[in-house]
């Protein structure tokens, strides 16, 4: 794999507080997550670089939880790289001993140039990285597993990517702002209105996100939704239910629970009185 300058000697870190884990609070006890921008010619494709770290005491382990994104992972862990499909589902990674992973989080629709195929292929699969990156796929493996450096690892990273960078799709582009407008528009609880605010046909807009993002427009808006929703009972607030459960776009409370449920493994109110357990 050959080397490549890029835009900058370092990576830069990012603050951002990431959406969608569980029990936030108590995870950053147990493992250090730390974020990185891609480089400028990269972050048309590319959202960040992270790494997770842990180190739990022995005969002991931690069960850290999410809520996906809309988003394509590549992932690399003791010597073996896979790529991630969007996980409808929650997802769960059991911590012992100690570990380090390093990824890759696209932007949506930003693995699409990569793969070249619909990402409704790879919805709820993983796949190994040679599967797209061929050859060079071992030698990176292998390059940021023997080095647990972050600054090495994301310079791995960019490597391999601009190496085998495609040339940039607008519908990426029109994807991603769609998808930043329902995740930052509390308002947005249904296809219908982002059909509005975009003026785009509605099996335009079905058949972009089957395409490019792998999931329906109404899954990346009930994520986003729950990813809220989490957020306010992870500050403590106050919440009024049924009050939260229209303002997102439910028919009604139990319609609310009963999703929540379902992807959280409990309902909105066994999820508060956990964290008040865990504090």
């Known amino acids: 794999m050959p080397n490549r300058s ?18 936030k609070a108590s995870g950053s006890k147990r493992f250090r997550l730390t974020l990185y921008h ?9 959202e960040h670089y992270w ?20 988003a394509v992972c590549m992932v690399v862990e003791k010597h073996r790289g896979e790529i991630f499909g969007v996980v409808d589902a929650r997802f769960v990674k059991v911590l012992e001993g100690e570990g ?22 790879l919805t709820n699969r993983v796949i190994p990285l040679s599967d797209v990156f061929g050859d060079d796929a071992e030698e990176f493996e292998e390059a940021v597993s023997s080095q647990a450096d972050d600054e090495k690892n ?12 495609p040339v940039q799709d607008q519908n990426v582009a029109a994807i991603r702002q769609m ?35 792998g999931v329906s427009p109404k899954w990346v808006i009930q994520r986003y939704r729950l990813h809220e929703a989490i957020e306010r009972i992870d500050r403590g607030q106050d919440v009024h239910w049924a009050r939260l459960a229209v303002s997102l776009g439910y028919f009604d409370q139990a319609h609310f629970i009963k999703h929540f449920r379902s992807l959280v493994g409990k309902s909105p109110e066994e999820y508060a009185r956990s964290l008040g357990k865990r504090a």
Request: aromatic share 10%.
């Open 100 to 121: 380090r992973v390093f990824g890759i989080k696209f932007w949506p629709g930003g693995f699409f140039p990569f793969l070249k195929m619909p990402l409704s292929t």
């Open 51 to 70: 790494i997770v770290e842990w180190k739990v005491p022995d005969k002991e382990s931690y069960r850290q939880e999410s809520l996906p994104h809309p």
């Open 179 to 213: 998808v930043e407008q329902i995740a930052s528009s509390q308002d947005i609880t249904k296809v219908d209105q982002l059909v509005e605010r975009i003026e785009i046909s509605k099996r335009t807009l079905q058949r972009l996100f089957g395409r490019y993002v």
């Open 154 to 165: 994301v310079a791995q990273a960019e490597t391999l990517l601009t190496t085998r960078q």
């Open 38 to 46: 891609p480089s400028k010619c990269l972050a048309f494709f590319v």
């Open 6 to 23: 890029h835009d900058a000697d370092k990576p830069t870190r990012k603050t951002d507080t990431p959406r969608g884990l569980l029990d």
